[in-house]
């Protein structure tokens, strides 16, 4: 399936970029296409575009904090989960997205 | 990637294999102690009070042995991490519950929000989401490993 995603802690400096990177290597060890932004204390990077997000099946919000630019899901299937749920079971996390999305 | 930004990030100085510290607390404590040392923390006191402002919005433990408490402060004046390892089980809030034995900690600098080195120590964080990478961070004694494995996300 297609996901994207937008990781951000509270502090953004370390597990915004742990919850991507395990996102991106779990999604893709899985067949998935992934793309994933962070929204850190560095600011934006690896910005979703509307290519990737209008391709999505599903957006996953990996987040303790709100984050910016929610409204660009709007009429998505979003997934919201805290940063520690992916830090811990990022393949039990996507193995069962797919499976409620039927696309496993 | 300039050599020298990684060395300034992480170098065999700020590397503890054998910390004396047998509480969470003490950890935080000695780590500083070699961020203070090396001149990266100006002010232990208040830098230890910013790590226990973060540690107060969330746990910092990754689970596997291993915690990254963090803290962004005045009171650091180059934005580095301190790596520490100890064979006694220290309590550390974590997903899997299990005692702690590898300690980084993050010390970031205030200001400056887009420096290179902000941008490394994200990397530092990416290389810490592989198991294999968490498993020798537990092993080795090779301090030159240990600065391999945190850099090898850095491009």
Redesign the interface.
Known sequence: MNIVGVAACTSGIAHTYIAKKKLVTTGEALGHNIHIETQGTIGTEDKLSKEEITAADVVIIAADIKINGMERFKGKRVVEVPTSIVIKSPKGLITKIATDLGLS | MEINNVREIINEQLINLNLKASTKKEAIEELTADLYREGNVINPKKFIADVYY?EE???TG??NHIA?P?G?SDAVKITSIAFGRTVKDLKWES??GEPVHVIIL?A?RNVD??TVH??L???V??A???DDTLNRLLETNDKTEIIQLLSQ?MK
Request: net charge neutral; aromatic share 4%.
């Open positions: 973060r919005e969330g746990q990754l689970g990254i963090h962004k997903p899997d993050f970031v929000k887009t902000l941008k120590l994200s990397q964080a990416m810490l989401a592989d996300e």
